[in-house]
Nanobody, 125 residues
Framework: QVQLVESGGGLVQAGGSLRLPCVASGRIGSNYGMGWFRQAPGKEREFVAATSWSGSSIRYADSVKGRFTISRDNAKNTVYLQMNSLKPEDTAVYYC??????????????????WGQGTQVTVSS
């Protein structure tokens, strides 16, 4: 079993920045793809960003390109989401996800193997 624990959420003013780490523990194998999703009130969960194990493949949602950066430290089993120039529409619960295959995070209907519990990000105007 794999556990994913996010942190770093909070309240920030528009234009500000936050960094979300997600630590993976348990029987996580090598080559796992990892990513971030978010869910705003009354909306469906949506893809934000994902990275392959090596970092050679990275994808972002159009809504966050140029503002968010995903990175990972495999030695620490940690993936990060650096969020800059935050907007009120970025307000959501942010979920970390892991998948045996990176492609399962970036397909039209993502199917991660594991989810974190989520961390709230609130951006005030």
């Amino acid at each position: 079993q794999v556990q994913l624990v996010e942190s770093g959420g909070g309240l920030v003013q528009a234009g500000g920045s936050l960094r979300l780490p997600c630590v993976a523990s348990g029987r996580i194998g090598s080559n796992y793809g990892m990513g971030w999703f978010r869910q705003a009130p009354g909306k469906e969960r949506e893809f934000v960003a994902a990275t392959s194990w090596s970092g050679s493949s990275i994808r972002y949602a159009d809504s966050v390109k140029g503002r968010f950066t995903i990175s990972r430290d495999n030695a620490k089993n940690t993936v990060y989401l650096q969020m800059n120039s935050l907007k009120p529409e970025d307000t959501a619960v942010y979920y970390c996800a892991a998948a045996t295959y990176y492609r399962n995070l970036v397909v039209g209907n993502p199917t991660p193997d594991y989810w974190g519990q989520g961390t709230q990000v609130t951006v005030s105007s």
